[in-house]
């Protein structure tokens, strides 16, 4: 798989691996740009037009599949902070680094015993398909069985398959207080934390586009489609892979949580809010943001998560040039740092970019491609840097 990686920076730039053979140095004052994964994402014209903007493209390990053939010879593999790439534990590297509230983190033994509900998710999947709510002894034992038996564990193969057929047969008779469930270890890629309930009648969280010189280009309210307490039914797939999740919210099978969905992503339907002082003429979507203390005649992004996710911008930096930072309220209009995408999905109305502009580049490109070359053009106006890195 083609690895496209590049860091914006100045200066010079140390060689994480020489033995690639690529010269050193970056010259002083050019812009270098290293992002993991963007040759997937990207065609070529949406890579030239960082070279058409001043950008000096570093960072590449080219693959026998690589998409972009021809574009290497001028790209190198530089140092970074690999734990803010794609590093399961990214968003609390970056948290702690920038000093900004997370919800609180349970250990996979607290599980059990707590008496509240909590979230559970995969943070190396996306478009919110991994976050579940487990609430009672039910949804825990149904959880701990589907993760040990669709993910590694440290069991011994042959032990683990005789646990995991005990530990179906007690899901089946309902036997929720089975000793063997406490014996369940997880993988240590899954996250436990606290669950936030937020302000209004709708599971909802915050969506700001900051960029790598800490910039804020638009921000969202998004709610979930459904209000609090619909449950999220997803059909069986004919064709599974071991971990698919659609195992925790099929209905047929015996993993199914049988609990509220609780995402607000885009991707599983959500809901934006646009807080671009634009008024919100949905009734609905006007009472979300008077519950989260926003004005609905003149919504804009409150100050400070601005600031934070300013912050976050910038500590990505040497990841990704434009960063979708997550943040959660709660009833107190406390927030909270959820997590940083890099390329994330672009809203066209947050950019103001009109439909039709986008409809007009149909079949020469796609939406998303076009609205990231719109951003790389704006960002690369920015003075470098706008603040200290």
């Given at each position: 798989m083609a690895f496209l990686r590049r860091v914006i920076s100045g200066g010079k730039e140390r060689l994480n691996a020489p033995a690639f053979g690529i010269s050193e140095t970056i010259g002083r004052g050019k812009r270098t740009l290293y992002i993991p994964a963007f040759g997937i994402n990207h065609r070529p014209e949406v890579i030239d037009e960082f070279r058409?903007?001043?950008?000096?493209?570093?960072?590449?390990?080219?693959?026998?599949?690589?998409p972009f053939p021809g574009k290497e010879q001028d790209l190198g593999l530089f140092l970074v902070r690999e734990n803010l790439s794609h590093g399961f534990r990214k968003s609390e590297s970056i948290a702690k680094l920038a000093?900004?509230?997370?919800?609180?983190?349970?250990?996979?033994?607290?599980?059990?015993?707590?008496?509240?509900?909590?979230?559970?998710k995969f943070p190396t999947a996306d478009r919110g398909e991994s976050v579940f709510l487990l609430d009672g002894r039910g949804s825990i034992a149904k959880f701990l069985v589907y993760a040990n038996e669709h993910f590694n564990s440290s069991?011994?193969?042959n032990q683990s398959k005789e646990k995991i057929e005990a530990a179906k047969h007690a899901i089946e008779s309902g036997q929720w207080d089975w000793e063997g469930f406490s014996e369940m270890e997880v993988s240590d890629f899954w996250i436990f934390q606290e669950y936030i309930e937020t302000p209004s009648d709708f599971y909802t969280s915050f969506r700001i586009l900051a960029d790598a010189y800490g910039n804020i280009h638009y921000g969202?309210?998004?709610?979930?489609?459904?209000?609090?307490?619909?449950?999220?039914?997803?059909?069986?797939?004919?064709?599974?892979?071991?971990?698919?999740?659609?195992y925790l919210h099929n209905p047929e099978?015996?993993?199914?949580?049988?609990?509220?969905?609780?995402?607000?992503?885009?991707?599983q339907g959500g809901i934006g809010i646009h807080l671009n002082g634009m008024r919100i003429e949905d009734e609905a979507n006007r009472n979300v943001a008077e519950a989260h203390d926003i004005d609905p005649d003149n919504p804009r992004i409150?100050?400070?998560?601005?600031?934070?996710?300013?912050?976050?911008?910038?500590?990505?930096?040497?990841?990704?040039?434009?960063?979708?930072?997550?943040?959660?309220?709660?009833?107190?209009?406390?927030?909270f740092f959820l997590e940083?995408?890099?390329?994330?999905?672009?809203?066209?109305?947050?950019?103001?970019?009109?439909?039709?502009?986008?409809r007009r580049k149909k079949g020469k490109e796609d939406g998303q491609e076009y609205l990231t070359r719109v951003l790389i053009r704006r960002i690369a106006k920015t003075d470098f840097p706008r603040l200290a890195l």
């Open positions: 058409k903007n001043g950008y000096s493209i570093a960072g590449t390990l080219i693959a026998q599949d690589d000093g900004i509230e997370q919800p609180r983190e349970f250990e996979h033994s607290e599980i059990l015993t707590l008496h509240k509900p909590f979230v559970v069991w011994d193969r969202t309210l998004l709610r979930s489609l459904q209000p609090k307490g619909v449950k999220r039914v997803v059909d069986r797939d004919p064709n599974p892979i071991d971990h698919s999740f659609t099978s015996m993993y199914c949580l049988d609990t509220p969905d609780i995402v607000s992503n885009a991707a409150p100050q400070q998560l601005k600031d934070k996710a300013s912050k976050v911008g910038i500590l990505m930096k040497r990841v990704f040039p434009f960063t979708g930072v997550d943040f959660i309220y709660d009833r107190d209009l406390k927030d940083a995408n890099t390329g994330p999905t672009l809203f066209s109305e947050g950019l103001g970019v009109s439909k039709e502009e986008i």
